[in-house]
């Protein structure tokens, strides 16, 4: 795996400092931007470097050089939503090759979209259909939403999967899954999908395909 290049992360939220710390541990050289004091002070020694100061304006941006850097990610919190306008119209008049903004709701996000951020996330939003689906589909592990129609999915088998094995189920053709990798119950251990593999109850795989058909196996765990 190779690790991008230095990468400005702008509002020291919950979220925010998540991603920062996650980046750092991950081996991204991170700058991190708050003007809460106590919040640069609590990732100060986690991250590459940490600062006070207001990742909005545009002189602050350009001192950054934004326009060098593998991306920025405007995670200012939604009690700042005009500054969270500012900074992405900034990153983008600047030249910032990838501009991810944070969202808090769908005019924000469209707002955000027309001034000139590349990516859109709505972090709460995606939290909450995550854990909807495991509320709803028992036996969903984990879930991620690529885009609106494509998902990856953990799970355990349903219950007419047993004795049988990819070959016999033919998922890609029937129901429009790719299964990429296998957890057998017998040793735990991921590995990739074999086609031969028999299913015995307990076994988990990671599939990915169209959020629909992931919908439909689910029903059947």
């Known amino acids: 795996m190779s690790i991008v ?69 405007n995670a200012i919190g939604d009690e700042f939503l005009l500054d969270s306008i500012l900074c992405t119209a900034h990153l983008r008049q600047l030249g910032a090759p990838r501009i991810i903004a944070r969202a808090t709701n769908a005019t924000h996000a469209r707002v955000l979209r027309a001034i000139g951020a590349h990516e859109i996330i709505a ?4 939290i909450g259909k995550v854990i ?37 189920l033919n998922l890609r053709q029937e129901a429009g899954i790719q299964v990429a990798a296998i957890r057998a119950i017998r040793d735990g251990e991921w590995s990739p999908a074999s086609p031969d593999h028999l299913f015995q109850r307990g076994d988990r795989v990671l599939a990915f395909g169209k959020s629909e058909s992931i919908d439909l196996i689910m029903r059947e765990a």
């Open 5 to 73: 290049g230095r990468v400005v992360v702008i509002g020291l939220g919950q979220f925010g400092s998540s991603v920062a710390t996650t980046l750092s541990e991950l081996g991204v050289d991170v700058i991190a931007l708050d003007t809460n004091e106590e919040r640069v002070a609590l990732i100060a020694d986690e991250v590459g470097t940490a600062m006070q100061l207001n990742g909005s304006e545009l002189g602050i941006l350009e001192e950054l050089r934004v326009e060098t850097t593998a991306a920025v990610l």
């Open 123 to 126: 972090p709460e939003r995606e």
């Open 132 to 168: 909807a689906r495991r509320i709803a589909q028992t036996g969903v592990i984990n879930q991620f939403n690529l885009g609106e129609n494509m998902s990856v999915v953990e799970f355990e088998i349903p219950e007419r999967w047993l004795e049988q094995n990819l070959v016999q």
